[in-house]
């Protein structure tokens, strides 16, 4: 990997926990071939950061697409603070379905949980263009933060797709 690169993926990563101060969510990338092989190239189109608001910082990176804004596979980061709607990783999973819910019926299968995280899916039907009917979704809940990885695909993951994105949640842990 060019230096370059594994500082722009150092910085990317540390930037995520800015808003926590104290927590640092921390996850193993190269169990997830096709994120690794993006990452690896370097392409500065595949990787959007937007860190406008502080207390709410977002990353995407485009695994199949043509670009983080023009994406058909994609890994969301987002590391926020709590606020008095959503100060638990409970709080967060019962937002992100309601907002999916509001978009087209979705079914949520909890996969895995913990005592300071959750991690789910979410099938979609009949959704708008451009709205990803597929997504696994891990929520991590610090002291002072709330992280979010989401692998989201406008078609559907294949089975080993999906084994490498949980593997890759299920690395994922605070420091």
Known sequence: MPRWLRTLLLCALALVAVPALADKLV??????SALKAVLDAGDPAMISYDDRNPRNVVDVIAVRGKS????QEALIIIARMPDRRIATAADWVAQLQRDAAKKCPAKFTVLAQDANSV???RRSTGCPSGYPPVAL???VAGKPSLF???AMTKTDFSP???SEWL????SAHLE
């Open 68 to 71: 983080a804004q023009d994406w």
């Open 148 to 150: 979010l990885l989401a």
């Open 137 to 139: 979704y891990r929520v």
């Open 160 to 162: 080993a797709a999906r």
């Open 119 to 121: 991690t789910f899916e």
């Open 167 to 170: 593997a890759m949640m299920a």
């Open 27 to 32: 996850f193993d990338h190269r169990l997830v």
